[in-house]
Nanobody
């Protein structure tokens, strides 16, 4: 299993970024995908998640209306469109999937991509 994030960078407050996560090594279309983030000195937190077919999404309250998660099962890729970025969004963003069947599951993570929101 491999998850490779891209698209991070430095952006001014109010700006936008689009993160991508290219997945391989498993049947992507069968699994829920998530984006997490971790700011310095803080715990990793769930930002957004999308069901296997993309019909259902969930968001952290702080990003609702600003971030949009989507996926392209033909390209084995999940995206996070981030608009109206705020300094509080500064963090390393990680792509995640959980494989297996409850209760025996395993989380897989990408290497992370840095997002810095600053003027």
């Amino acid at each position: 299993v491999q998850l490779v994030e891209s698209g991070g960078g430095l952006v001014q407050p109010g700006g936008s970024l689009r993160l991508s996560c290219a997945a391989s090594g498993f049947t992507f279309r069968n699994y829920r995908m998530s984006w997490y983030r971790q700011a310095p000195g803080k715990e990793r937190e769930l930002v957004a998640a999308i069901s296997s077919r993309g019909s259902s999404t969930d968001y952290k309250d702080a990003v609702k209306g600003r971030f949009t998660i989507s996926r392209d099962n033909a390209k084995n890729t999940v995206y996070l469109q981030m608009n109206s970025l705020e300094p509080e969004d500064t963090a390393v963003y990680y792509c995640n999937t959980r494989l297996g069947t409850s209760p025996i599951t395993l989380d897989y993570w990408g290497q992370g991509t840095q997002v810095t929101v600053s003027s």
